[in-house]
């Protein structure tokens, strides 16, 4: 199953159009008043730089930001979307006025270090479980997101090698133990499902035990969450489905366990801690000469 969301060049750069016009507001407003010290004829050229080895994503936001501040805004990437950069590397090169560089500065970084630090995280799971053998699980995300930044944290797992979940509460079903509970059972609730959203994405059921995994298989669901399971009752999850629906589990997952997950043979892992628990990679920018 690969991602649904459409991440081409046009999409993507409408996105950070948005994106990037909410943030210069968020933190310009008016003026810079600082960046206002700088005479405006002055130009300058700036280095930025990865000060730990990274994933580097969120380069259509960054470019953003610096052009629209300076249109006449001149950058060349050293690192790639989507490529890795070691540590203390020169990732961009950024030629224009030294009060719009100024300006846009901490806008770009903050794109470039919160999009960086999920490709990353993503990357290192999706590494992880490509060296189990046989394994054909994929890293999937939830929406655990940033508010207003889901789409940019979600194409950062695209770049990072992960699959996308759903998008928000309108375009699949995901149905747990409480709409389980609520709308009679199993049965009744798969059955409302596909009466009430038969253009869903897709329509996916959470299970607790191997009961009711069972009783969701006769019920005719397609993907089934495992919540919280382990090990053992993975493995006879795997069995008793048989390739009838697809598996997916949650709960818990760090690079400790998601080895032995994959190696259950279920055919996907979702990962809050993708986009919930990040560590912003840290980047820096400096003019590389006196300004021009």
């Not at 995901?174 to 709308?183: R, S």
């Not at 986009?275 to 003019?287: C, P």
């Amino acid at each position: 199953m690969s991602t649904y969301f459409d991440f081409s060049h046009k999409a993507v750069a409408a996105l950070a159009q948005a994106d990037v016009t909410r943030a210069l507001l968020e933190d310009v407003g008016e003026a810079d008043l600082t960046a206002g010290l700088v005479d405006p004829a002055v130009r300058a050229c700036a280095t930025v730089v990865a000060r730990e080895a990274a994933v580097i994503c969120g380069a259509p936001w960054a470019e953003l930001a610096f052009k629209q501040i300076d249109p006449t805004a001149e950058l060349t990437w050293h690192i790639p979307e989507g490529h890795r950069s070691e540590a203390d590397q020169v990732v961009l090169e950024v030629h224009g006025q030294a009060r719009a560089l100024l300006t846009a500065e901490r806008t770009a970084l903050n794109f470039l270090q919160l999009m960086s630090a999920v490709a990353t995280k993503t990357a290192t799971f999706v590494q992880a479980v490509r060296e189990v053998p046989g394994a054909r699980t994929r890293i999937v995300d939830t929406r655990k997101t940033l508010p207003g930044l889901r789409l940019a944290q979600k194409y950062a797992v695209h770049v990072g090698g992960g699959l996308n979940h759903r998008l928000g509460l309108y375009d699949a079903v995901l149905i747990k133990e409480n709409h389980i509970a609520a709308a009679g059972g199993v049965k009744a609730v798969l059955a409302r499902a596909a009466e009430v959203a038969p253009h869903a994405k897709f329509i996916e059921i959470e299970v607790e035990t191997l009961e009711q995994l069972q009783e969701s298989l006769e019920a005719g669901a397609t993907m089934i969450l495992l919540d919280n399971m382990g090990l053992m009752h993975l493995h006879e999850a795997v069995r008793i489905t048989a390739g009838r629906a697809v598996l997916e589990v949650s709960g818990g997952v760090n690079l400790s366990s998601v080895c032995a997950i994959a190696s259950t043979g279920v055919d996907r892992i979702s990962i809050g801690a993708l986009t919930k628990n990040v560590k912003a990679v840290d980047f820096s920018m400096r003019f590389a000469n006196d300004p021009l």
